[in-house]
């Protein structure tokens, strides 16, 4: 009996981590998304029906060959909202 209800435990936290969406920067507040950005360090969110990125706290985040190029996103409370920057490949100017 426990091994049943313990398999049954198991088959239901996997189908919910499964589950999971991305946090959508449409239906929260700027500071939200800009918060989960900074504390994560990357982050992917939704931004809008099937559109997703990956945002980054600084360029420590990106390939050595990328650029941190700033990253504006719709939010529930502001039209255009700074949530941190996307990985962009570039070259460095010297």
């Given at each position: ?5 313990l398999?049954?435990?198991?088959i ?11 946090p ?5 507040p ?16 939704g ?19 990328e ?12 039209a ?11 070259r460095?100017?010297?």
């Amino acid at each position: 009996m426990n091994r049943a209800v313990l398999s049954l435990m198991l088959i239901l936290a996997a189908d919910l981590a499964a589950a999971q969406s991305r946090p959508s920067t449409v239906n929260r507040p700027c500071s939200a998304s800009r918060h989960d950005v900074i504390a994560n360090g990357a982050i992917v969110l939704g931004t809008g029906g099937y559109t997703y990125d990956r945002f980054v706290r600084d360029r420590s985040f990106c390939q050595f060959d990328e650029i941190a190029d700033p990253a504006w996103v719709p939010s529930r409370d502001t039209a255009s909202c700074f949530v941190g920057y996307r990985c962009k490949s570039g070259r460095y100017d010297n």
